[in-house]
């Protein structure tokens, strides 16, 4: 091998999956899993007796953790599916502009890659709205799976 051939090394992770495997039969309510691609926190599940072909069959009503849609699946209760590796962090809010949030961490790590969310319809006025112009302090919640983050929740510092 020559020093003119080059290695282009872009990946930066550990190596880590964005979703887990599981056995449809151990999710449990208000656990995540993965539905036509999509991360969903569980509502509900009902599991159907085992029939002729000896499966017993799990039926789940599940809500798209970034869109808020309904999802149903229906899977085997011994076939394995998908589970989303989900993480929640806070951040403090230093700048809006436009739609765009500056965001810093107790750690004084700055984030500047997201915006304001567009789901639930008014969060992003009302987040807008609590921060004041910096005035307030506000803290948000970014949840963040297989790839994607956004801001599922704030709460406004009185201090």
């Not at 002729?52 to 149903?72: M, P, Q, R, Y």
Request: proline letters at 4%.
């Amino acid at each position: 091998m020559s020093d003119s051939e080059q290695y282009a090394m872009e990946n930066t992770d550990a190596g880590a999956s964005e979703t887990i495997p599981m056995e449809a039969g151990q999710i449990k309510k208000g656990g995540f899993m993965m539905i036509k691609g999509k991360p969903c926190k569980v509502l509900s599940i009902s599991v159907s007796k085992t029939g002729k072909h000896g499966h017993a069959k799990c039926n789940f009503l599940a809500v798209d953790i970034f869109t808020g849609k309904k999802l149903e699946d229906m899977v085997p209760s011994t076939h394995g599916t998908t589970v989303p590796v989900v993480s929640r962090t806070e951040w403090e809010i230093i700048d809006i502009d436009n739609d765009e949030l500056t965001l810093m961490d107790e750690a004084g790590n700055q984030k500047t890659d997201l915006n304001l969310p567009d789901f639930p319809e008014k969060m992003g006025e009302e987040i807008s709205e609590a921060w004041n112009g910096g005035e307030n302090s506000v803290m948000v919640t970014v949840q963040k799976a297989v790839g994607i983050e956004q801001v599922v929740a704030y709460k406004k510092d009185s201090s």
